[in-house]
């Protein structure tokens, strides 16, 4: 019997400092099938990556993409806080530019995060975005994280269904908002894509150290704490994973094009370690 080998990608955030071209190359390297592309920066101090339609850095990408075989499964990042505004810019007037990007890059979906404390507005954005998405052929995922407004999987579960979109798994906030396999099962059939990481079984002791563990220091999965097979055995085998893990402290000693083939091949055992998780559970069941 042969079981099904699951597509695996790498996060922007991963190497948040790589231009999408650059990290199309290093992708194809390190033996990813996709990368997860930053189309609009989240923090200020991030490196802003211009990959609107006509833009010199979109040609490129294009080309590394078309030389390689690396596609482009998602774009990010946009958090809707309720104020209508973000960075001077209109959020509805931001998600359209990155979908314009993401339809040029053949992505398929766009994360978005919830700060909105109204969550019937957010539910009226977010609905809104799946409309616009559908022109873009775009998808928002609503991704549940564990110091923003939503931040359990069945919150975002029943936001997503109401507003017509999916969401996005992260290991790290089902880990730090405490998810339970029942309920990621539950929200199965709206995933999309799952992101893996790994870290300590304790969190965090505050709002801003959550914040530091998520953008700049988790763990490579297979090294920390985290059920990471049980977590990737919740879902079906033709969901990919995309490694999101960054580590200022790891990535730059060892250099991107080592950093990714390091979480290639640490992805890769837990990969291997879920399938085999799952084939036995699946012999038990017969």
């Given at each position: 019997m042969t079981t099904q080998k699951r597509r695996l990608g790498i996060a922007q955030l991963s190497l948040v400092g790589t231009a999408p071209p650059d990290l199309v190359g290093i992708a194809?390297?390190?033996?990813?099938?996709?990368?997860?592309?930053?189309?609009?920066?989240?923090?200020?101090?991030?490196?802003?990556?211009?990959?609107?339609?006509?833009?010199?850095?979109?040609?490129?990408?294009?080309?590394?993409?078309?030389?390689?075989?690396?596609?482009?499964?998602?774009?990010?990042?946009?958090?809707?806080?309720?104020?209508?505004?973000?960075?001077?810019?209109?959020?509805?007037?931001?998600?359209?530019?990155?979908?314009?990007?993401?339809?040029a890059l053949g992505a398929s979906s766009l994360t978005v995060a919830c700060a909105d404390p109204d969550l019937g507005r957010f539910e009226g954005h977010l609905a809104q975005m799946t409309q616009d998405g559908k022109a873009y052929g775009i998808m928002p995922t609503l991704e549940p994280i564990a110091y923003q407004t939503v931040r359990s999987v069945p919150e975002a579960l029943k936001l997503a269904q109401r507003a017509g979109c999916r969401i996005v798994v992260d290991a790290l906030h089902v880990n730090r908002f405490g998810g339970t396999a029942a309920e990621l099962e539950a929200a199965a059939d709206l995933v999309p894509l799952i992101q893996l990481c790994d870290g300590p079984a304790a969190a965090p002791p505050s709002r801003e150290a959550l914040i530091t563990e998520s953008r700049s220091e988790r763990g490579v999965p297979g090294e920390g704490e985290f059920d990471l097979a049980a977590l990737v055995a919740a879902f079906p085998a033709d969901i990919p994973v995309s490694v999101e893990t960054p580590s200022n402290s790891r990535a730059g000693a060892r250099g991107e094009l080592a950093w990714a083939k390091h979480l290639k091949a640490a992805a890769d055992s837990v990969l291997g370690t879920s399938a085999i998780s799952a084939a036995a559970l699946t012999g038990s069941n017969r």
């Open positions: 194809a390297q390190a033996g990813f099938d996709f990368i997860g592309a930053r189309v609009r920066p989240v923090t200020t101090t991030e490196r802003p990556y211009n990959l609107q339609p006509g833009s010199p850095m979109l040609k490129e990408t294009l080309e590394r993409m078309a030389d390689t075989g690396i596609t482009v499964e998602d774009i990010e990042f946009l958090l809707l806080d309720g104020t209508g505004l973000q960075n001077g810019q209109d959020q509805r007037e931001a998600w359209l530019h990155m979908m314009e990007a993401g339809q």
